[in-house]
Protein backbone atom coordinates (compact mmCIF):
# COMPACT_ATOMS: atom_id res chain seq x y z
CA UNK A 1 0.00 0.00 0.00
CA UNK A 2 1.03 3.89 -0.78
CA UNK A 3 2.18 5.72 2.06
CA UNK A 4 3.85 8.71 0.46
CA UNK A 5 2.18 11.84 0.48
CA UNK A 6 3.26 12.85 -2.50
CA UNK A 7 1.69 10.13 -5.10
CA UNK A 8 -2.08 9.32 -5.31
CA UNK A 9 -3.37 6.64 -3.38
CA UNK A 10 -4.93 3.50 -5.39
CA UNK A 11 -9.06 2.64 -4.46
CA UNK A 12 -10.96 -0.14 -6.11
CA UNK A 13 -14.67 0.23 -7.08
CA UNK A 14 -16.74 -3.37 -7.54
CA UNK A 15 -18.08 -2.64 -10.81
CA UNK A 16 -18.33 -6.28 -11.39
CA UNK A 17 -20.27 -6.84 -7.96
CA UNK A 18 -22.80 -3.30 -8.39
CA UNK A 19 -25.85 -4.56 -8.95
CA UNK A 20 -25.57 -7.59 -6.53
CA UNK A 21 -24.65 -5.51 -3.63
CA UNK A 22 -27.34 -2.55 -4.69
CA UNK A 23 -30.21 -5.74 -4.75
CA UNK A 24 -29.03 -7.37 -1.19
CA UNK A 25 -27.88 -10.78 -3.01
CA UNK A 26 -24.57 -9.96 -2.06
CA UNK A 27 -23.43 -8.30 1.29
CA UNK A 28 -21.49 -5.27 0.90
CA UNK A 29 -18.88 -6.68 3.78
CA UNK A 30 -19.14 -10.05 1.88
CA UNK A 31 -17.07 -7.57 -0.93
CA UNK A 32 -14.71 -5.85 1.75
CA UNK A 33 -13.77 -9.12 3.50
CA UNK A 34 -12.68 -10.50 -0.86
CA UNK A 35 -11.21 -6.85 -1.43
CA UNK A 36 -8.43 -7.97 1.62
CA UNK A 37 -6.75 -9.48 -1.43
CA UNK A 38 -6.01 -6.62 -3.47
CA UNK A 39 -3.43 -4.21 -3.64
CA UNK A 40 -5.23 -0.73 -2.97
CA UNK A 41 -5.34 1.79 -0.42
CA UNK A 42 -9.16 1.98 -0.50
CA UNK A 43 -12.48 0.92 -1.24
CA UNK A 44 -14.84 3.53 -2.79
CA UNK A 45 -18.81 2.71 -2.17
CA UNK A 46 -22.06 3.34 -3.96
CA UNK A 47 -24.88 5.05 -2.63
CA UNK A 48 -27.30 2.06 -3.21
CA UNK A 49 -24.62 -0.62 -1.38
CA UNK A 50 -26.06 0.19 2.08
CA UNK A 51 -28.52 -1.51 4.02
CA UNK A 52 -29.18 1.30 6.10
CA UNK A 53 -28.31 4.75 6.66
CA UNK A 54 -28.29 5.18 10.14
CA UNK A 55 -25.33 6.08 12.08
CA UNK A 56 -24.26 2.49 13.51
CA UNK A 57 -25.28 0.87 10.42
CA UNK A 58 -22.61 3.52 8.57
CA UNK A 59 -19.60 3.47 11.32
CA UNK A 60 -20.27 -0.55 11.04
CA UNK A 61 -19.51 -0.57 7.27
CA UNK A 62 -16.94 2.38 8.31
CA UNK A 63 -15.15 -0.06 10.80
CA UNK A 64 -15.51 -3.08 8.19
CA UNK A 65 -12.96 -0.97 5.89
CA UNK A 66 -11.13 0.33 8.15
CA UNK A 67 -9.85 -2.79 9.99
CA UNK A 68 -8.72 -4.04 6.49
CA UNK A 69 -6.63 -1.14 6.64
CA UNK A 70 -8.17 0.85 4.20
CA UNK A 71 -9.69 3.65 3.77
CA UNK A 72 -13.39 5.29 2.41
CA UNK A 73 -11.97 8.14 0.20
CA UNK A 74 -15.47 8.53 -2.47
CA UNK A 75 -18.74 7.75 -2.37
CA UNK A 76 -20.50 7.44 -6.26
CA UNK A 77 -23.99 9.08 -6.08
CA UNK A 78 -26.33 10.01 -8.89
CA UNK A 79 -28.54 12.54 -8.48
CA UNK A 80 -30.80 13.31 -11.10
CA UNK A 81 -30.67 17.77 -10.66
CA UNK A 82 -32.62 18.08 -13.67
CA UNK A 83 -35.37 15.78 -13.41
CA UNK A 84 -38.17 18.06 -15.49
CA UNK A 85 -40.50 17.87 -12.10
CA UNK A 86 -39.38 20.49 -9.63
CA UNK A 87 -40.86 18.42 -6.55
CA UNK A 88 -38.51 15.85 -8.12
CA UNK A 89 -35.39 18.24 -8.21
CA UNK A 90 -35.87 19.47 -4.70
CA UNK A 91 -36.11 15.53 -3.78
CA UNK A 92 -32.84 15.37 -5.59
CA UNK A 93 -30.84 17.70 -3.50
CA UNK A 94 -32.26 16.90 -0.30
CA UNK A 95 -30.89 13.37 -0.93
CA UNK A 96 -27.91 14.19 -2.02
CA UNK A 97 -27.36 16.46 1.21
CA UNK A 98 -27.91 13.14 3.09
CA UNK A 99 -25.08 11.43 1.06
CA UNK A 100 -22.71 13.94 1.63
CA UNK A 101 -23.18 13.01 5.44
CA UNK A 102 -22.94 9.90 4.82
CA UNK A 103 -19.63 10.54 2.93
CA UNK A 104 -18.55 11.97 6.20
CA UNK A 105 -19.40 9.19 8.70
CA UNK A 106 -17.96 6.63 6.29
CA UNK A 107 -14.71 8.75 5.33
CA UNK A 108 -14.24 11.89 7.38
CA UNK A 109 -12.76 15.34 6.04
CA UNK A 110 -11.81 15.45 2.85
CA UNK A 111 -13.80 12.44 1.44
CA UNK A 112 -15.08 13.00 -2.22
CA UNK A 113 -18.52 12.67 -2.57
CA UNK A 114 -19.82 12.64 -6.15
CA UNK A 115 -22.19 14.51 -7.90
CA UNK A 116 -23.51 14.56 -11.28
CA UNK A 117 -25.94 16.64 -13.23
CA UNK A 118 -28.74 14.27 -14.19
CA UNK A 119 -30.56 12.88 -16.60
CA UNK A 120 -30.43 14.31 -20.44
CA UNK A 121 -34.53 14.02 -20.06
CA UNK A 122 -35.76 14.60 -23.84
CA UNK A 123 -37.83 17.67 -23.19
CA UNK A 124 -35.14 19.84 -21.48
CA UNK A 125 -33.44 22.29 -23.40
CA UNK A 126 -29.95 23.33 -23.01
CA UNK A 127 -29.99 26.12 -21.07
CA UNK A 128 -32.52 24.71 -18.08
CA UNK A 129 -30.47 21.66 -17.86
CA UNK A 130 -27.53 23.63 -16.77
CA UNK A 131 -29.49 26.05 -14.32
CA UNK A 132 -31.25 22.97 -12.85
CA UNK A 133 -28.06 21.38 -12.40
CA UNK A 134 -25.61 24.12 -11.07
CA UNK A 135 -28.68 25.03 -8.64
CA UNK A 136 -28.83 21.30 -7.53
CA UNK A 137 -25.11 21.59 -6.92
CA UNK A 138 -24.74 24.86 -5.03
CA UNK A 139 -27.84 23.97 -2.72
CA UNK A 140 -25.62 21.17 -1.49
CA UNK A 141 -22.26 22.92 -1.46
CA UNK A 142 -22.30 24.93 1.72
CA UNK A 143 -23.29 21.75 3.43
CA UNK A 144 -20.29 20.36 2.19
CA UNK A 145 -18.23 23.09 2.95
CA UNK A 146 -19.66 22.69 6.37
CA UNK A 147 -18.73 19.12 6.87
CA UNK A 148 -15.36 19.47 5.05
CA UNK A 149 -16.46 17.04 2.22
CA UNK A 150 -15.14 17.65 -1.20
CA UNK A 151 -18.08 17.39 -4.00
CA UNK A 152 -16.70 15.67 -7.18
CA UNK A 153 -18.74 16.65 -10.44
CA UNK A 154 -17.83 13.45 -13.25
CA UNK A 155 -17.89 13.82 -16.49
CA UNK A 156 -20.26 10.57 -16.49
CA UNK A 157 -21.64 8.25 -18.99
CA UNK A 158 -25.13 7.06 -17.55
CA UNK A 159 -25.88 5.96 -13.75
CA UNK A 160 -26.26 1.59 -14.07
CA UNK A 161 -29.94 2.53 -12.71
CA UNK A 162 -30.99 5.23 -15.42
CA UNK A 163 -32.82 5.23 -18.62
CA UNK A 164 -30.93 8.38 -19.88
CA UNK A 165 -27.59 9.80 -20.36
CA UNK A 166 -25.52 11.99 -18.30
CA UNK A 167 -27.04 15.86 -19.02
CA UNK A 168 -23.39 17.13 -19.11
CA UNK A 169 -21.90 14.36 -20.98
CA UNK A 170 -20.78 16.01 -23.47
CA UNK A 171 -16.99 18.04 -22.75
CA UNK A 172 -18.69 21.40 -24.36
CA UNK A 173 -22.01 20.80 -21.89
CA UNK A 174 -19.44 19.78 -18.78
CA UNK A 175 -17.35 22.93 -19.10
CA UNK A 176 -20.44 25.44 -19.37
CA UNK A 177 -21.57 23.25 -16.12
CA UNK A 178 -18.40 23.55 -14.17
CA UNK A 179 -17.99 27.57 -15.01
CA UNK A 180 -21.27 27.62 -13.24
CA UNK A 181 -19.96 26.84 -9.77
CA UNK A 182 -17.99 28.92 -7.76
CA UNK A 183 -14.60 27.69 -6.62
CA UNK A 184 -14.61 26.51 -3.19
CA UNK A 185 -11.88 23.73 -1.79
CA UNK A 186 -15.27 21.43 -1.46
CA UNK A 187 -15.86 21.50 -4.60
CA UNK A 188 -14.13 20.07 -8.32
CA UNK A 189 -13.73 17.25 -10.99
CA UNK A 190 -14.09 13.66 -10.54
CA UNK A 191 -12.08 12.79 -13.90
CA UNK A 192 -13.15 9.94 -15.82
CA UNK A 193 -11.23 9.18 -19.13
CA UNK A 194 -13.48 6.60 -20.71
CA UNK A 195 -16.53 8.58 -20.37
CA UNK A 196 -14.94 11.47 -22.26
CA UNK A 197 -14.06 8.50 -24.94
CA UNK A 198 -17.57 6.96 -24.70
CA UNK A 199 -19.34 11.12 -25.36
CA UNK A 200 -16.77 11.22 -28.30
CA UNK A 201 -14.58 13.99 -27.05
CA UNK A 202 -11.28 13.94 -26.80
CA UNK A 203 -10.28 12.69 -22.89
CA UNK A 204 -6.65 13.97 -22.84
CA UNK A 205 -7.52 17.58 -23.99
CA UNK A 206 -10.32 17.39 -21.28
CA UNK A 207 -8.19 16.95 -18.63
CA UNK A 208 -6.19 19.05 -19.60
CA UNK A 209 -8.33 21.68 -19.50
CA UNK A 210 -10.18 20.76 -15.75
CA UNK A 211 -6.55 19.35 -14.28
CA UNK A 212 -6.02 21.86 -11.84
CA UNK A 213 -9.94 21.48 -10.83
CA UNK A 214 -9.26 17.28 -10.62
CA UNK A 215 -10.14 16.03 -6.77
CA UNK A 216 -10.34 12.39 -7.75
CA UNK A 217 -10.67 9.85 -10.73
CA UNK A 218 -11.88 6.91 -12.36
CA UNK A 219 -8.92 4.87 -14.00
CA UNK A 220 -11.71 2.79 -15.59
CA UNK A 221 -11.19 1.60 -19.68
CA UNK A 222 -13.96 0.69 -21.92
CA UNK A 223 -14.11 -1.20 -25.25
CA UNK A 224 -16.77 -2.31 -27.67
CA UNK A 225 -18.02 -5.34 -28.48
CA UNK A 226 -16.88 -6.17 -32.43
CA UNK A 227 -18.51 -4.55 -34.64
CA UNK A 228 -19.74 -2.15 -32.40
CA UNK A 229 -19.26 2.16 -33.00
CA UNK A 230 -20.19 4.66 -30.41
CA UNK A 231 -22.83 6.15 -33.03
CA UNK A 232 -24.51 2.95 -31.51
CA UNK A 233 -24.72 3.67 -28.02
CA UNK A 234 -27.40 6.28 -29.16
CA UNK A 235 -29.51 3.59 -29.33
CA UNK A 236 -29.42 2.46 -25.67
CA UNK A 237 -31.13 6.47 -24.61
CA UNK A 238 -34.58 5.31 -22.62
CA UNK A 239 -33.56 1.87 -21.48
CA UNK A 240 -32.03 1.25 -18.55
CA UNK A 241 -28.74 0.87 -17.64
CA UNK A 242 -26.03 0.32 -19.44
CA UNK A 243 -25.76 -0.40 -23.27
CA UNK A 244 -24.86 -4.17 -23.83
CA UNK A 245 -22.09 -3.49 -26.42
CA UNK A 246 -20.09 -1.01 -23.90
CA UNK A 247 -17.61 -2.85 -21.60
CA UNK A 248 -15.46 -2.48 -18.99
CA UNK A 249 -12.04 -3.60 -19.21
CA UNK A 250 -8.61 -4.00 -17.72
CA UNK A 251 -7.51 -0.57 -17.25
CA UNK A 252 -4.36 -0.18 -20.00
CA UNK A 253 -6.06 -2.63 -22.55
CA UNK A 254 -9.05 -0.11 -23.14
CA UNK A 255 -9.57 3.30 -25.53
CA UNK A 256 -7.48 5.60 -22.53
CA UNK A 257 -4.18 6.97 -23.48
CA UNK A 258 -2.73 6.49 -19.71
CA UNK A 259 0.91 7.80 -20.90
CA UNK A 260 -0.50 11.04 -21.42
CA UNK A 261 -3.37 11.22 -18.47
CA UNK A 262 -0.56 10.10 -15.84
CA UNK A 263 2.31 12.99 -17.63
CA UNK A 264 -0.54 15.43 -16.79
CA UNK A 265 -1.65 14.58 -13.47
CA UNK A 266 2.19 14.27 -12.10
CA UNK A 267 3.30 17.34 -14.38
CA UNK A 268 0.31 19.34 -12.16
CA UNK A 269 1.32 17.40 -8.76
CA UNK A 270 -2.04 15.53 -8.30
CA UNK A 271 -1.61 12.98 -5.55
CA UNK A 272 -5.36 12.74 -4.73
CA UNK A 273 -7.49 8.77 -5.45
CA UNK A 274 -7.29 7.16 -8.35
CA UNK A 275 -10.24 4.03 -8.51
CA UNK A 276 -10.34 1.30 -10.81
CA UNK A 277 -14.08 0.62 -11.86
CA UNK A 278 -13.05 -3.38 -12.92
CA UNK A 279 -13.27 -6.92 -12.41
CA UNK A 280 -16.38 -7.76 -14.66
CA UNK A 281 -14.72 -10.96 -15.86
CA UNK A 282 -13.13 -11.66 -12.06
CA UNK A 283 -11.39 -10.68 -9.21
CA UNK A 284 -8.26 -11.74 -11.30
CA UNK A 285 -8.98 -8.63 -14.02
CA UNK A 286 -9.72 -6.38 -10.90
CA UNK A 287 -6.07 -7.07 -9.44
CA UNK A 288 -4.34 -6.76 -13.34
CA UNK A 289 -5.50 -3.89 -13.21
CA UNK A 290 -4.58 -2.51 -10.02
CA UNK A 291 -1.06 -3.84 -10.97
CA UNK A 292 -1.06 -1.54 -13.89
CA UNK A 293 -1.98 1.71 -12.07
CA UNK A 294 0.28 0.89 -9.00
CA UNK A 295 3.32 0.60 -11.59
CA UNK A 296 2.18 3.77 -13.73
CA UNK A 297 2.24 6.39 -10.39
CA UNK A 298 5.85 4.53 -9.46
CA UNK A 299 6.97 5.43 -12.50
CA UNK A 300 5.60 8.55 -13.34
CA UNK A 301 5.33 9.79 -9.80
CA UNK A 302 8.81 8.61 -9.00
Given at each position: ??????????????????????????????????????????????????????????????????????????????????????????????????????????????????????????????????????????????????????????????????????????????LDLLALIPQSKNFGVQ??????????????ELLRQVVRRVVSMHAS???????????????????????????????????NDYHSIFTILSQNNYT???????????????????????????????
Amino acid sequence: MNNSPKQPKISAFPKCYLEEISQRRMSLFTWIEEARQLDCDGLEMYEGFFERLDESYLLEVRSAINSTGREMPMLCCSPDFTHPSEAKRMAAIEYQQKMIRVAHTLGGPGTVCRVLSGQRWPELTREQGLKYAADGIKACLPLAEELDVVLGLENHYKDGFWHYAEFAQKADVFLDLLALIPQSKNFGVQYDPSNAVVAGDDHVELLRQVVRRVVSMHASDRYLVDGATLDDLKQAEGSAGYATILKHGVTGKGFNDYHSIFTILSQNNYTGWISIEDGMNGMGEMAESLAFLRKGIQTYWA
